[in-house]
């Protein structure tokens, strides 16, 4: 999935949104399996697509399979950070402050 297409605000964010609304019919029939770890890596795959990262469907596969939560929660705080899709799945460098 790749939001590069679209540079401005105007078509980039009903991009990114017509994303999530897709994807909210896989969450509603995941609902009625209660598959609450989808809901979650869904999220987190729209957030990158609104930051506009590329997210190649390796990353959707890896992240759409993970029924972890705490490693769900990882990435998500991994993903406000990174500026390829990939760099969420290993851990940030901490930054020298010398």
């Known amino acids: ?3 590069d297409r679209y540079k401005s605000d105007i078509f980039r964010i009903p991009y990114g949104l017509g994303y999530v609304c897709g994807r909210a019919e896989v969450q509603a029939e995941a609902a009625s399996g209660g598959s609450t770890a989808h809901g979650i890596a869904t999220a987190l795959l729209a957030f990158l697509v609104l930051k506009v990262v590329d997210v190649p469907d390796s990353v959707e596969k890896r992240v759409l399979a993970c ?3 705490d490693t769900l929660f990882l990435w998500i705080a991994r993903a406000t950070k ?3 899709a990939e760099d969420i799945f290993t851990a940030l460098r901490a930054a ?3």
């Open 1 to 3: 999935m790749k939001n």
């Open 96 to 98: 020298t402050a010398e």
């Open 82 to 84: 990174v500026s390829r």
């Open 67 to 69: 029924d972890d939560f």
